[in-house]
């Protein structure tokens, strides 16, 4: 949503940082925020929206601020139970581009909650997760001097 905001050049108006001007561009001010409350609760789930009515919003700030206390209070567990998750990540039965997708999936997911990883550290715990049959490909990954990016594969949040 961030990434949305900014686009829309209205982020601004999200997070205060472009205050409510006086005359004369008050009114375009408001009707700009009014459009971003819209925004902001169109986007929410039947669940996050029956929460969210609960509770009288009339800017997008308030808004914004309603939705960063609901959800942000949770990011620190859920970022230690994606680390963990990630950290403890094995192919098992997997399909190669099913480990592939889902060990990105939970990069992604720990970027989402900010905090990012290296591809570097991506790239080792990718290797980190493969079972014995991927001995010599590991040996040989792991005596390179640089190893491979892993979104040279192709694979982008």
Known sequence: ????????????????????????QFSTWVQCDDITLSWLTATLSTHVLETFLNHECNSSYEAWTLLQKLFLD???????????????FKKGDLSMVEYL??????YCNLQA??????????????????????HA???????QLVRPSFFAIGLYC
Do not use: W
Not at 101 to 106: A, E, F, K, N, V
Not at 137 to 143: Q, R, S
């Open 137 to 143: 490909f590991k040996t040989i990954m792991n005596v």
């Open 74 to 88: 949770h990011v620190s567990t859920t970022e230690m139970q994606l680390r963990y998750k990630f950290q403890h």
């Open 101 to 106: 997708q889902q060990i990105h999936s939970l």
């Open 1 to 24: 949503m961030v990434v949305f905001l900014r686009a829309q050049k209205i982020l601004g108006v999200v997070d205060r940082t472009l205050p409510c001007p006086d005359h004369p």
């Open 113 to 134: 909650v900010g905090e990012p990883l290296k591809d570097s550290d991506l790239v080792a715990q990718t290797l980190l997760g493969l079972p014995s049959a991927f």
